[in-house]
């Protein structure tokens, strides 16, 4: 068979379903011949960014694939493997390459050179009857160790080769790294000791879909949680033990309890320094968890630490740290609780007048606890935007099923949540999947909302229109007074309806719950839905420093 064909029945037997991408790519039409779903973007970032979202929502389970051209594909395709390195999300990248005898020719683009710090597995195919080992290699990487995207480029002469009948190549396995029985002890050890233990649990509980194992640990404990922006919905946040999810804008209980904590214990978490996450206090006792040994002590010193799947290790110190306990809590849960829920009602309390203000142009914090409460959260799957929509949502949406929230930043590209609710909504196509974005993020992929139509992806987009770059508003003072640097603008609910989606453009406050409950009716009716809200320059946040 030809490797095109190869890469197809390969692809078949991974479980691909259905193959995001952009043409020219001889792949796409091999796929469409092996009955797996192509689906064409608008461009090649969104694709990545919908793939990223199917390995996300699935734990990796169902690993997302992409395919694009040589040269302007691979090229224009970057931002979304970088994005998805940065948030170490397992996708599986397939470019064409040059022809071999001028791959390495300047100014060709060579994606196995130029990818090779983006990735955690690059390859170039360089003869036909590889492919079959090229993506063994790529998938045994993709679904194993710490996620993160893997590439394999197949140079254009390379296609039409010959891959020797029968195809040998069956489905990867799947392996889950077991802790060190010693560091779980020193670990479960420093835990029972702790008097104000807080549990941070990243994106690693998400892949090893150890909530439940995190909550038993957090229950047995009585420790409060709080989560990264990538591990938010992990825990319950209506969870008397939870105090909300990190980010740059968080609950006021997340701050205080670290801050007021002697033990803080990272589960499946990096602890990467990012304005997108909150910084460690100092001065506390780390005990840091993760699946790859390249994040320990990188940006935060941690003492103890402890290597392996979330879920392994999580059930590894529920055994001793039940066996230090006697299999019972000590009964502090009351009075840890109690400051929880104190503190969140007066937190709450100052917000509540922007969260339900009535002006005009709308207040986004009025938009967002709208939506909030208007959806069937459980069976809702939102994400945010880069810029002011993400913080002004994060902190306020309480997400109470696993999976339910897509939180990312690690690096923030505007227009990233679209693909990623789009994604969401092909992963799982009974929820309801929402992107909140501002006026500036669908300047960057706001084109493949007629991806979403012509794909039949019924998402509800819901916009934050302030006619502005509010959030550089104050470092672009200058350039906003004399030439008006932050301005943007644009009529988004008729592009919506230009497309054939369905658009509304909402600018009364007593509009917005009743718009949100047509929009999701006309997603139930297979239609794509963007509400623009007209909101006004808003840039408080609830930042605590
Ligand atoms: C690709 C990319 N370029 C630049 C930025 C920097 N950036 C972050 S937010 C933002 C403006 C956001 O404006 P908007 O989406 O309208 O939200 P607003 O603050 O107005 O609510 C910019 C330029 C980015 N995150 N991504
Ligand atoms: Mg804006």
């Given at each position: 068979m030809k490797a095109v064909a190869a890469v197809a029945e390969i692809l078949k037997r991974e479980g691909t379903t259905f193959l995001i991408g952009y043409?020219?790519?001889?792949?796409?039409?091999?796929?469409?011949?092996?009955?797996?779903?192509?689906?064409?973007?608008?461009?090649?970032?969104?694709?990545?960014?919908?793939?990223?979202a199917v390995s996300r929502i699935t734990s990796g389970q169902k690993i997302g694939v992409f395919t694009m051209q040589h040269g302007?594909?691979?090229?224009?395709?970057?931002?979304?493997?970088?994005?998805?390195y940065g948030d170490s999300v397992p996708i599986v990248v397939l470019p064409g390459g040059?022809?071999?005898?001028?791959?390495?020719?300047?100014?060709?683009?060579?994606?196995?050179?130029n990818y090779r710090n983006v990735t955690k597995w690059c390859e170039q195919v360089v003869v036909g009857d590889a492919v079959p080992d090229a993506m063994r290699r790529a998938f045994t990487q993709v679904k194993n160790g710490r996620p993160r995207p893997v590439l394999v480029e197949i140079p254009v002469d390379v296609y039409?080769?010959?891959?020797?009948?029968?195809?040998?190549?069956?489905?990867?396995?799947?392996?889950?790294?077991?802790?060190?029985?010693?560091?779980?002890?020193e670990a479960a050890r420093i835990l029972v000791e702790a008097e104000r233990p807080v549990i941070y649990a990243g994106q690693g509980v998400h892949y090893a879909r150890a909530w439940q194992q995190l909550r038993e640990l957090a229950e047995l404990l009585e420790a409060p949680v709080t989560t990264s922006l990538e591990g938010k919905s992990a825990f319950p946040e209506t969870h008397p033990l939870s105090l909300g999810s990190g980010g740059r804008s968080i609950p006021k209980t997340v701050y205080e309890f670290l801050k007021n904590s002697d033990v803080i214990f990272g589960i499946g978490c990096s602890f990467s320094t990012t304005n997108y996450g909150v910084t460690m206090p100092k001065g506390k006792i780390i005990v840091h968890s993760t699946v790859d040994s390249a994040d320990l002590n990188k940006d935060v010193v941690a003492e103890h630490a402890v290597i392996g799947d979330a879920g392994l290790v999580l059930e590894a110190l529920l055994a001793e740290v039940r066996d230090r306990l006697k299999g019972k809590p000590r009964g502090r849960k009351a009075e840890v609780t109690r400051q929880i829920a104190t503190m969140k009602a007066e937190w709450l309390a100052q917000w509540m007048p922007k969260l339900t203000a009535k002006d005009k142009p709308l207040s986004p914090y009025r938009v967002i606890w709208d939506l909030l409460h208007t959806v069937d959260v459980a069976n809702t799957i939102i994400t945010h935007d880069a810029g002011s929509p993400r913080d002004q949502l994060s902190p306020f949406w309480e997400?109470?099923?696993?999976?339910?929230?897509i939180g990312w930043g690690k690096t923030t590209q505007l227009g990233y949540g679209l693909g990623l609710a789009m994604g969401a909504k092909l992963a799982k196509p009974d929820a309801?999947?929402?992107?909140?974005?501002?006026?500036?993020?669908?300047?960057?992929?706001?084109?493949?909302?007629?991806?979403?139509?012509?794909?039949?992806?019924?998402?509800?987009?819901?916009?934050?229109?302030?006619?502005s770059m509010a959030i550089e508003l104050p470092i672009m003072k200058t350039a906003t007074e004399k030439y008006r640097s932050t301005d943007i603008s644009g009529h988004y609910a008729d592009m919506a309806k230009a497309f054939g989606g369905y658009g509304e453009r909402i600018t009364e406050p007593g509009d917005i719950i009743p718009a949100i409950k047509r929009g999701i009716a006309k997603t139930r009716e297979g239609?794509?839905?963007?509400?623009?809200?007209?909101?006004?320059?808003?840039?408080?946040?609830?930042i605590f420093k």
């Open positions: 043409p020219v790519n001889p792949i796409i039409e091999a796929a469409a011949q092996a009955d797996i779903r192509t689906i064409i973007v608008r461009q090649e970032r969104t694709g990545l960014h919908m793939a990223d302007p594909g691979s090229e224009n395709a970057f931002g979304g493997v970088a994005q998805a040059y022809p071999r005898r001028i791959t390495n020719i300047p100014p060709n683009f060579n994606s196995f050179i039409q080769e010959e891959v020797p009948e029968p195809l040998s190549y069956k489905m990867t396995p799947r392996t889950r790294v077991a802790p060190d029985p010693d560091a779980v002890t997400s109470t099923e696993p999976l339910t929230y309801l999947c929402i992107n909140v974005w501002g006026d500036a993020a669908i300047g960057f992929t706001g084109m493949d909302f007629e991806t979403a139509v012509r794909e039949r992806i019924p998402i509800l987009s819901i916009l934050l229109n302030n006619f239609i794509p839905v963007l509400l623009e809200f007209i909101t006004e320059k808003e840039i408080n946040f609830s």
